[in-house]
């Protein structure tokens, strides 16, 4: 199965495409409910393309990466980055809660940076995601080709799965 395509669903189970390796693209209708997470795709090797109802009330597509979309009250959320798609950099939206912990059901080893569009809750030097203080450490992208990396001095936190896949 290269493509799926999911409408009027209310729930997608853990693992419910886990290891799907021909699956390249997915398509979430408008009445898919609030529980799509990068766990559901966990292992689609050559997923290279989301997409979104325009119609959709709860997520959206940014630059290649889906988010649940925020309102006046809580930011947009990174839910996931296909593991497959093209391109070196990940764009965070601007003000958008980002945890690692979405990119486990990533690992795209293309990723070799991160822009943020806004540097109001998190922080990137060389590529590596930091909250605003450098205290913790969010995500190395599993594609930098770094022989070795030190953490910076200051560090405290290092988050679930910030070096995921990591090829260093």
């Given at each position: 199965?290269?493509?799926?395509?999911?409408?009027?669903?209310?729930?997608?189970?853990?693992?419910?495409?886990y290891?799907c390796t021909?699956?390249?693209?997915?398509?979430?209708?408008?009445?898919v409910?609030d529980?799509v997470?990068?766990?559901?795709?966990?292992g689609?090797?050559a997923?290279?393309?989301i997409e979104?109802?325009?119609a959709s009330?709860?997520y959206e597509?940014y630059k290649g990466?889906l988010?649940?979309k925020?309102n006046?009250?809580?930011?947009?959320?990174?839910i996931m980055?296909?593991q497959?798609?093209e391109?070196?950099?990940?764009?965070i939206m601007?003000d958008?809660?980002?945890?690692p912990?979405?990119?486990?059901g990533c690992g795209?080893?293309?990723?070799?940076?991160?822009?943020l569009e806004?540097?109001?809750?998190y922080?990137?030097?060389d590529?590596?995601?930091?909250?605003q203080d450098?205290?913790?450490?969010?995500y190395y992208?599993?594609?930098?080709t770094?022989?070795s990396?030190?953490?910076?001095?200051?560090?405290?936190?290092?988050?679930?799965?910030a070096f995921?896949?990591?090829i260093i």
């Open positions: 199965m290269e493509s799926v395509t999911i409408n009027g669903v209310k729930s997608i189970g853990v693992g419910a495409f290891a021909s699956l390249k693209k997915v398509r979430l209708g408008a009445g409910g529980a997470d990068s766990m559901e795709f966990q689609c090797s997923l290279e393309t979104v109802d325009s009330e709860i597509v990466a988010y649940e925020g006046s009250v809580n930011p947009a959320k990174f980055y296909p497959n798609r391109g070196d950099t990940l764009t601007e958008a809660i980002f945890e912990f979405s990119m486990k795209n080893t293309n990723l070799k940076n991160v822009v806004s540097e109001t809750v922080k990137v030097v590529g590596v995601v930091f909250d450098m205290k913790t450490l969010y992208p599993a594609g930098k770094d022989v990396y030190t953490i910076p001095s200051g560090v405290e936190h290092i988050k679930d799965y995921y896949n990591a």
